[in-house]
């Protein structure tokens, strides 16, 4: 196991020389009410007392009322400055709009909430001088479980190398709030959602493949298939500069 004490430290001590070498104002991040986007919070706040969390309900009924409650009673606990705004009406102007022009699909309907999020960090951030803080595992990398241009944007994360299991373990020894600690991971797409239902293996199966490289055939099977259908996103954006097919 980590020794967290030294890796709170560790982690606090990088985003603060981050924060000061981009000459930024502050931090803004996500808060929603998941684990991972609560130990980011704890250490950017921890980090950079002028850091914020905000909260961007998006159609899904738990956004408004789970998920809500759980990231109010981090930022309470961490003295997290927290706000609010409901992207509902957005989203769906958004769909009516493309709607004109295309047949929307159910991944293509479920991406568009992680980046209209995004959209409103970067704005944010933009307006305030912020940097945005990035709140994805390393489980969810391996396995692609993240949005392209949505969750999966940032300008830093610091807690990328962390499996789902050591951000649990992390919470655990910050004392997080057991609301955080106990609930089942969940994107919050829709409602009913989890990550683990969603993928077909859960996140524990991941993280020993990960660090033992055993797993069960049919977790073997499914890691691996998520895996490989997901490279495109842990790649740098392809140019015809860079491209073998180019000759250069």
């Known amino acids: 196991?980590?020794?967290?004490?030294?890796?709170?430290?560790?982690?606090?001590?990088?985003?603060?020389?981050?924060?000061?070498?981009?000459?930024?104002?502050?931090?803004?991040?996500?808060?929603?009410?998941?684990?991972?986007?609560?130990?980011?919070?704890?250490?950017?706040?921890?980090?950079?007392?002028?850091?914020?969390?905000?909260?961007?309900?998006?159609?899904?009924?738990?956004?408004?009322?789970?998920?809500?409650?759980?990231?109010?009673?981090?930022?309470?606990?961490?003295?997290?400055?927290?706000?609010?705004?409901?992207?509902?009406?957005?989203?769906?102007?958004?769909?009516?709009?493309?709607?004109?022009?295309?047949?929307?699909?159910?991944?293509?309907?479920?991406?568009?909430?992680?980046?209209?999020?995004?959209?409103?960090?970067?704005?944010?951030?933009?307006?305030?001088?912020?940097m945005v803080a990035g709140t994805g595992n390393a489980s969810e990398a391996y396995m692609g479980y993240f949005t392209k241009w949505g969750d999966g944007a940032h300008d830093f994360n610091p807690i990328s190398d962390l499996t789902a299991t050591e951000v649990f373990e992390f919470l655990e020894y910050l004392n997080a709030p057991r609301c955080i600690i106990d609930k089942a991971p969940s994107a919050g797409l829709f409602d009913g959602q989890t990550d683990e239902q969603e993928m077909g293996v859960t996140y524990a199966a991941i993280d020993r493949y990960l660090m033992t490289g055993e797993a069960e055939e049919r977790d073997r099977e499914i890691i691996e298939r998520f895996h490989a259908r997901s490279e495109h996103k842990r790649h740098p954006i392809s140019t015809f500069a860079n491209s073998k097919e180019s000759g250069k």
């Open 1 to 130: 196991m980590r020794d967290y004490k030294v890796e709170f430290e560790q982690r606090v001590a990088y985003i603060r020389d981050l924060v000061e070498s981009s000459h930024s104002k502050g931090i803004v991040f996500g808060n929603s009410g998941g684990k991972d986007s609560a130990l980011v919070g704890i250490l950017c706040k921890a980090a950079c007392d002028n850091t914020v969390g905000i909260i961007m309900p998006c159609a899904s009924k738990r956004n408004f009322g789970l998920d809500k409650d759980d990231g109010n009673a981090v930022a309470e606990q961490f003295h997290i400055e927290t706000r609010v705004i409901d992207l509902t009406e957005v989203r769906q102007k958004e769909l009516d709009q493309l709607a004109t022009i295309t047949e929307m699909t159910d991944l293509a309907i479920a991406n568009i909430a992680p980046r209209l999020r995004m959209t409103t960090l970067y704005a944010v951030a933009a307006a305030e001088g912020r």
